[in-house]
Protein backbone atom coordinates (compact mmCIF):
# COMPACT_ATOMS: atom_id res chain seq x y z
CA UNK A 1 0.00 0.00 0.00
CA UNK A 2 1.09 3.43 -1.07
CA UNK A 3 0.52 7.01 0.22
CA UNK A 4 1.30 10.06 -1.35
CA UNK A 5 -0.59 13.81 -0.94
CA UNK A 6 0.45 15.32 -4.09
CA UNK A 7 -0.11 18.74 -3.03
CA UNK A 8 1.85 18.69 -0.13
CA UNK A 9 5.59 17.92 1.21
CA UNK A 10 5.03 14.49 2.15
CA UNK A 11 6.96 11.85 1.22
CA UNK A 12 5.50 8.74 -0.24
CA UNK A 13 4.80 6.35 2.00
CA UNK A 14 4.48 2.43 2.28
CA UNK A 15 3.13 -0.17 4.60
CA UNK A 16 2.64 -3.86 3.74
CA UNK A 17 -0.56 -5.55 5.36
CA UNK A 18 -0.18 -8.09 8.11
CA UNK A 19 -1.98 -11.76 7.90
CA UNK A 20 -5.48 -9.89 8.00
CA UNK A 21 -4.94 -7.58 5.14
CA UNK A 22 -4.85 -4.05 7.19
CA UNK A 23 -2.47 -1.84 6.91
CA UNK A 24 -2.03 1.58 9.00
CA UNK A 25 -0.35 5.01 8.20
CA UNK A 26 -0.17 7.43 10.40
CA UNK A 27 0.15 11.52 9.12
CA UNK A 28 0.82 14.45 10.55
CA UNK A 29 -2.77 16.20 11.22
CA UNK A 30 -5.01 18.71 9.13
CA UNK A 31 -6.59 19.11 6.27
CA UNK A 32 -5.29 16.92 2.96
CA UNK A 33 -6.39 14.33 0.15
CA UNK A 34 -4.05 11.40 -0.29
CA UNK A 35 -4.21 9.07 -3.15
CA UNK A 36 -3.87 5.46 -2.00
CA UNK A 37 -2.89 2.82 -4.49
CA UNK A 38 -2.65 -0.99 -3.48
CA UNK A 39 -0.41 -3.48 -5.21
CA UNK A 40 -0.51 -7.15 -5.04
CA UNK A 41 1.66 -9.56 -6.81
CA UNK A 42 -1.21 -11.84 -9.31
CA UNK A 43 -3.96 -8.94 -8.63
CA UNK A 44 -5.05 -5.72 -10.29
CA UNK A 45 -3.68 -2.56 -9.04
CA UNK A 46 -6.61 -0.62 -7.39
CA UNK A 47 -6.43 3.25 -6.43
CA UNK A 48 -8.34 5.33 -3.76
CA UNK A 49 -8.65 9.26 -3.02
CA UNK A 50 -8.79 9.62 0.76
CA UNK A 51 -9.31 12.72 2.82
CA UNK A 52 -8.93 14.12 5.75
CA UNK A 53 -10.46 17.15 7.72
CA UNK A 54 -8.05 16.89 11.20
CA UNK A 55 -6.73 14.45 13.61
CA UNK A 56 -9.39 11.22 12.48
CA UNK A 57 -9.20 7.68 12.34
CA UNK A 58 -10.24 6.93 8.84
CA UNK A 59 -10.89 2.97 6.94
CA UNK A 60 -10.45 2.54 3.52
CA UNK A 61 -11.27 -0.94 2.12
CA UNK A 62 -9.66 -2.50 -0.67
CA UNK A 63 -11.08 -5.48 -2.54
CA UNK A 64 -8.20 -6.88 -4.92
CA UNK A 65 -9.42 -8.94 -8.24
CA UNK A 66 -6.89 -11.53 -9.35
CA UNK A 67 -6.04 -10.68 -12.96
CA UNK A 68 -7.53 -12.82 -15.58
CA UNK A 69 -5.04 -15.88 -16.99
Known sequence: IEAASPRSKFKRRKAVSDA???FAFR????EAT???TA???GHDVQE???SVTSE???DVFFQL???PK
Open 20 to 22: RGE
Open 27 to 30: VPPG
Open 34 to 36: YKL
Open 39 to 41: RAR
Open 48 to 50: KTA
Open 56 to 58: EHL
Open 65 to 67: KPV
